[in-house]
């Protein structure tokens, strides 16, 4: 046996078995462990080379190099490829390209790729990977889409990974390694939060984003028929210990930074655990929440004393009878002014998300809806169309009045079926109108004046400009005007068929 110790003298000494004592220099281990680290590491770098890529669609690839409009609002860390690479095993080699920004090496030797896409990246992504095996490079595909779709998925990759990929993507890795990837992969349940590893942000270039992402729970409890993450999580929430989310805010190196929660507060409990220790921080961060956190002025006083100044509200529709027809109980409209007035007396600026297209909705809820944000002073909004995606109970219900099956066209700003309160063409080009009017630069420079005044409206006002001057900046790239439905004009339809023809859809035919 050979014994290891420290010399008195300073320097590393071995008793070999025959008892012979042999000096070696103080640094002999140290560099040894050096040498043999570095080889493994060397070994590491070339037994896999992994490419993670988050597709773009034509009009969002490379969005940077436009001087009004780069995107980088509305661009913060992916979580969702950046939790994949922490679970990579060590010996692989990572990298990820955001499409947005980035021009995919098409010939680069990789040994695997793995592209993680909604529905409306769909066609990108297929074509993302058809062209990658080609090369003989084998796919596998993540995201909602591709979990609610995995046979169609089939027809372009090697394999689908099935819900949330932590506990099955380590086995995808080894199979493709050695060669044998087995179609579906699905994890037998949800992953432990508590076990996750932070993601590594040193894969992506800090400069490209707006933002650190951190993600303190997964999912959201409610049933909302048209919610595609409601569907994927099984209608089901999932949650960090506060004190690993806390350790990782703690790690980002700038003050503002935003949860992608699905619903932050539907644990009322763990969310106040969780405020409790940002609050000493001095963080401040928006995320996305039910507007019920306003009926406790505590709590919302407890999330501005956290850091909080911003929400993303799903508002949806000013109509109760809309609401109930998609099962989103956990809102009332009656409620919606009293709400507004207690999160903006606490600093907390809220950028609502509507919806048109219901089946109660008629050609004058484009004015309506206008009208009210102004009344309630919501600070932004994102206006979508109305759209059933495959894995809700909304696209089953309208299985029949569907009239476009481009999946592109399911980026919740293309009429893709046969509304019942006007016809396609009206509910596209309000929908459009609507956007273009909210955030013309009266409309936003009077916004801006109002919030200022709130309190604490100066120290979050810069957070409330850079939200609107992105969506006009949206609006001017990309040409958005529509028209209101509820005027009364000959050259309607005209206008209407020019209008579609713009945004590249042919096959919508009016209501009957």
Same mark, same amino acid.
């Given at each position: ?15 070999? =078995? ?18 043999? %680290? ?12 992994? =490419? ?12 940077? *190099? %436009? ?7 509305? *661009? ?34 990789? /040994? ?30 993540? $995201?909602?889409? !591709? ?10 990759? /090697?394999?689908?990974?099935? $819900?949330?990929? +932590? ?15 087995? $179609?579906?992969? *699905? ?56 004190? /690993? ?36 921080? %001095? ?7 039910? =507007? ?24 949806? !529709? ?24 207690? =999160? ?14 219901? /089946? ?57 079926? +046969? ?30 004046? *109002? ?46 068929? $020019? ?6 859809? !042919? !096959? ?5």
């Amino acid at each position: 046996m050979q014994r290891i110790g420290t010399h008195p003298g300073k320097t590393r000494w071995i008793i070999g =078995l025959q008892g012979q004592t042999m000096r070696l220099p103080r640094n002999f281990f140290s560099s040894m462990s050096s040498y043999i %680290n570095n080889i493994y590491v060397n070994q590491m770098e070339v037994i896999m080379k992994i =490419l993670l890529i988050a597709p773009a669609s034509g009009k969002w690839r490379r969005v940077g *190099r %436009n001087w009004l409009f780069n995107g980088r609002t509305f *661009r913060f860390s992916m979580l969702s490829l950046l939790s994949v690479a922490a679970e990579t095993p060590p010996d692989c080699e990572i990298r990820i390209i955001d499409e947005q920004i980035e021009t995919i090496p098409w010939n680069e030797n990789v /040994d695997l790729v793995g592209v993680t896409f909604m529905t409306a990246l769909a066609p990108r992504a297929y074509e993302i990977a058809d062209q990658f095996r080609a090369r003989g490079v084998p796919v596998v595909a993540g $995201g909602m889409h !591709s979990s609610f779709c995995p046979q169609e998925a089939l027809q372009h990759v /090697d394999a689908v990974v099935v $819900g949330e990929a +932590e506990g099955v993507w380590p086995r995808v890795v080894e199979d493709a390694r050695r060669g044998r990837m087995n $179609g579906v992969y *699905r994890a037998e349940s949800p992953p432990d939060l508590a076990l996750l590893k932070h993601p590594p942000h040193h894969l992506l270039e800090p400069g490209n984003y707006s933002t650190h992402a951190v993600q303190a729970t997964r999912g959201c409890p409610h049933r909302c028929s048209f919610c595609a993450i409601s569907a994927f999580h099984h209608h089901e929430q999932h949650r960090r210990p506060v004190d /690993d989310v806390v350790e990782e805010v703690k790690r980002i190196p700038a003050r503002f930074f935003i949860f992608v929660d699905d619903n932050m507060t539907a644990d009322r409990d763990y969310a106040c655990r969780l405020f409790e220790k940002l609050a000493p921080l %001095n963080k401040r961060w928006v995320t996305q929440s039910t =507007l019920s956190i306003a009926e406790d002025p505590q709590f919302v006083q407890l999330a501005a004393k956290a850091g909080c100044i911003g929400l993303f509200v799903g508002l949806e !529709s000013f109509s109760d009878a809309n609401l109930g027809t998609v099962n989103k109980t956990c809102h009332r409209v009656e409620s919606y002014r009293e709400s507004m007035g207690t =999160l903006h007396a606490h600093g907390i600026a809220v950028e609502a998300g509507i919806v048109f297209g219901f /089946d109660g909705d008629d050609a004058g809820v484009f004015s309506r809806t206008l009208t009210i944000l102004d009344e309630l002073e919501v600070d932004a909004i994102q206006a979508s169309i109305f759209t059933p995606l495959p894995g809700t109970e909304q696209f089953e219900t309208k299985q029949n009045r569907i009239l476009d099956r481009n999946w592109s066209h399911y980026d919740f700003h293309h009429v893709v079926f +046969e509304p019942h309160g006007m016809s396609a063409e009206a509910l596209q080009a309000g929908h459009d109108w609507v956007t273009y009017e909210f955030y013309r630069p009266r409309r936003i420079a009077k916004r801006l004046a *109002r919030h200022a005044a709130r309190p604490n409206g100066i120290k979050t006002l810069p957070y409330v400009a850079a939200v609107n001057l992105a969506y006009y900046g949206r609006t001017v790239r990309w040409h958005i005007r529509g028209w209101n439905p509820q005027e009364t004009a000959c050259d309607q339809g005209a206008r209407a068929s $020019g209008h579609l023809a713009q945004m590249g859809i !042919s !096959s919508i035919r009016p209501a009957a």
